[in-house]
Nanobody, 126 residues
Framework: QLQLVESGGGLVQPGGSLRLSCEAS????????FGWFRQAPGKEREGVSCISNSDGNTYYTDSVKGRFTISRGNAKSTVYLQMNSLKPEDSAVYYC???????????????????WGQGTQVTVSS
């Protein structure tokens, strides 16, 4: 069983930055790929960015390319999402998620991962 706990959300002005963290605990963390998803009120859940453990490949949805960066800590138990140049449309609940590292990171960001965190709210507003 894998447990995921997000932190780092909050209120930020447009153009500002936030860094989300996801702390993972469980068995064989090095066998999992991780991702960040978000869901705004009235909208479908969206895969924002995913990262593979086996080859370090990353995927970003088009709307965040060049602004967001996903990374993993050295111990592979923490996943980060650095969000820069934030826009009001980035406001959502952000979820950390994980699946066994058996599919491409793009597929992981499209399909529903096996494990989810509780979510952290990100609000971009002046």
């Amino acid at each position: 069983q894998l447990q995921l706990v997000e932190s780092g959300g909050g209120l930020v002005q447009p153009g500002g930055s936030l860094r989300l963290s996801c702390e993972a605990s469980g068995f064989r963390l090095d066998t999992y790929a991780f991702g960040w998803f978000r869901q705004a009120p009235g909208k479908e859940r969206e895969g924002v960015s995913c990262i593979s453990n086996s080859d370090g490949n990353t995927y970003y949805t088009d709307s965040v390319k060049g602004r967001f960066t996903i990374s993993r800590g050295n111990a592979k138990s923490t996943v980060y999402l650095q969000m820069n140049s934030l826009k009001p449309e980035d406001s959502a609940v952000y979820y950390c998620a994980a699946s066994l590292d058996l599919i491409t990171v793009q597929d992981m960001c499209v399909l529903s991962p096996d494990y989810w965190g509780q979510g952290t709210q990100v609000t971009v507003s002046s």
